[in-house]
């Protein structure tokens, strides 16, 4: 179930993407213009959805990052007060012997 976590991201990115402009930075990245509210929005309701409360990496005046764990590795989402959400799927290593659980 938390292996849904990326696809719902992704999901609600694709959505917002017709609203806004959206790049793709590399296949597992993306940004987009978003004001913070929304960016924060998204996080919010992701986290409802999937029961999963996401981790907080940094939170200053400037920027918010939050991972959200999964199954198969953890999105991380960066909200930026300039208006800027990037969005980065990440693997954990089956060879490194480690999991995405906390």
Avoid: H
Avoid at 33 to 45: G, K, Q, R, T, V
Avoid at 53 to 73: F, L
């Amino acid at each position: 179930m938390k292996a849904l976590a990326i696809a719902f991201l992704l999901g609600a990115f694709g959505i917002f993407s017709s609203m806004t402009t959206v790049q793709a930075e590399d296949a597992n990245t993306r940004v987009a213009a978003m004001p913070y509210s929304e960016c924060l929005s998204i996080i919010a309701e992701a986290a409802q959805e999937l029961g999963e409360a996401p981790v907080q990496t940094i939170n200053n005046d400037e920027e918010t990052t939050v991972r959200i764990n999964a199954s198969d590795g953890f999105v991380t989402v960066s909200c930026s007060r300039a208006g800027k959400m990037v969005l980065t799927k990440s693997s954990v290593p089956e060879a490194a012997g480690m999991t995405a659980a906390r």
